[in-house]
């Protein structure tokens, strides 16, 4: 059964500051992995996809890389602002037909940017 | 291009009273979901749709929620009757991909409250 870990649980950080988030799962057939943002009382963003067969995609100043045969997969914020002050949720969908397609999540890294 | 769009914002109902929520998706997504997120954990999926069949409703307790999608756009949830530990956000979301193996677009969701 896929489990997905989330660490740390809460993250504080000063303005400019380059961070990581990280996301470890258990089970490594994975189909993709999709990376999201939430701010408070609002839906979630899509912020980054990577199939399986990719290692990384990147959007302006966010990298995600996948490791499978780790089970890892990390969020790569440069240089942090304060508007990047957000729960991320890491979000895991299985390779294999039926029920392991579906998205198993993790329970977030709630980020604070301060500036 | 429009997101996907969700009604009310906000629902504040007694417990044993009747609830129901509307989502539109994003124009051309054939992929329909509906998530429970209770505060501080992950989306738990209810129900997907795939146009206008159910594809998972293994999740949904079907002796109170009931979701339909019948022409295959837009959607409703309904809880019948509601009980204290339905109090969540209910998030719609829409993927374009069949059998909604791509991104995920959520819309702002809807913050129920049962007193």
């Known amino acids: 059964k896929q489990e997905v870990t989330q660490i740390p649980a809460a993250l504080s950080v000063p303005e400019g500051e380059n961070l990581v988030l990280n996301c470890s799962f258990t089970d490594s057939a994975i189909y993709n992995l999709q990376w999201f943002r939430q701010d408070p009382g609002k839906g979630l963003t899509s912020l980054l996809l990577?199939?399986?067969s990719q290692r990384e995609q990147t959007s302006g100043r966010l990298n995600a890389s996948l490791d499978k045969s780790s089970g890892r997969s990390t969020l790569y914020i440069a240089a942090s602002q304060p508007g990047d002050s957000a729960t991320y949720l890491c979000a895991v969908r299985g390779n294999n037909a039926g029920n392991n397609r579906k998205l198993i999540w993790g329970l977030g890294t709630s980020l604070a940017v301060n500036p | 291009e429009a997101g996907v769009a969700q009604s009310p914002r906000y629902k504040i109902i007694e417990k044993r009273q009747s609830v129901a929520f509307w989502c539109n998706p994003i124009?051309?997504?054939?992929?329909l979901y509906w998530y429970q997120q209770i505060l501080g954990q992950g989306p738990k999926l209810l129900i997907q749709f795939q146009n206008n069949g159910v594809v998972d409703d293994s999740q949904l307790p079907k002796d109170r929620f009931s979701a339909e999608r019948l022409k295959g756009v837009d959607s409703t949830l309904k809880i019948q009757p509601a009980k204290l530990e339905d109090s969540a956000v209910y998030l719609c979301?829409?993927?374009?991909?069949?059998?909604?193996?791509?991104?995920?677009?959520f819309g702002s969701g809807t913050q129920l409250s049962v007193l």
């Open positions: 124009s051309g997504h054939a992929t």
């Open positions: 990577i199939q399986s």
């Open positions: 979301a829409s993927s374009l991909e069949t059998g909604g193996l791509g991104k995920l677009f």
